[in-house]
């Protein structure tokens, strides 16, 4: 991932952020413990597949619709905690979690879910999709972490969705990656680039994503890190 850091000159000075993986380790294994170690890893038992849209913020409700009515087909939703009296299960908990804290788990997504305007769960989903119980009406995801806001705010930065972090105090997240100076280059180029149709798509939103990595860079260096 890469920072941008712009002059008067039409420099564009590159940083790239090199993730120090010990640092993060040791942060996730110190910010899961936030988490009621009975709710840490939880499943989704439903009659629709509120969970695989492509929304990254959605209500408890989508996920928690409450009893279902087979009169009426009431759509039916519940969050189900696991339960850590079988064996099999406490396995597949301690699995999921030392996978996630050695980040070794690919194709993850987070879901932010708010109860009205407050942020009730941060979900990361390591499947994608529900399984289908064999003779039942049922879908079920399993695998769901439950994060703590600080872990969230960190799957955000490893993804570089920076444009979701501007508002957000991430300075200790900031710290667990080292940053170093890559590359001067020249806007002028750049958009010429654009210009002369060498590259597909918009300068504009080149321009964009520029802006927002400087101002990610800038928290940074007002966090007083070393680049």
């Known amino acids: 991932m890469h920072l941008y850091q712009t002059n008067g000159n039409n420099n564009l000075r590159v940083y790239s952020m090199i993730p120090n993986l010990k640092r993060i380790m040791e942060f996730k294994k110190r910010e899961i413990k936030r988490v009621d170690p009975n709710e840490v890893v939880l499943l989704v038992k439903s009659s629709e597949r509120v969970l695989?849209?492509?929304?990254?913020?959605?209500?408890?409700?989508?996920?928690f619709f409450g009893e279902y009515s087979p009169e009426t087909l009431h759509p039916y939703s519940r969050i189900f905690f696991y339960d850590d009296v079988?064996?099999?299960?406490?396995?597949?908990?301690?699995t999921l979690l030392r996978n996630y804290i050695n980040g070794t788990l690919q194709d993850t997504r987070a879901k932010k879910v708010m109860e009205l305007k407050e942020a009730k769960y941060y979900l990361l989903l390591t499947q994608q999709n529900y399984f289908e119980q064999h003779m039942t009406e049922w879908l079920t995801m399993r695998g769901i972490i439950s994060l703590p806001k600080s872990?969230?705010?960190?799957?955000l930065l490893e993804n570089g969705q920076f444009n979701k972090l501007i508002d957000e105090d991430i300075e200790e997240q900031f710290r667990l990656y080292d940053y170093e100076h890559s590359k001067t280059l020249d806007l002028n180029d750049i958009r010429d680039i654009y210009n002369t149709g060498l590259v597909q798509g918009?300068?504009?939103?080149?321009s964009q994503t520029i802006e927002t990595g400087a101002k990610i860079l800038n928290k940074v260096m007002c966090a007083g890190i070393k680049i």
């Open 151 to 155: 872990l969230y705010l960190l799957y």
């Open 202 to 206: 918009s300068f504009d939103y080149t």
């Open 86 to 94: 079988y064996s099999n299960v406490r396995n597949e908990k301690r």
């Open 52 to 63: 695989e849209g492509s929304d990254e913020v959605i209500q408890l409700s989508d996920i």
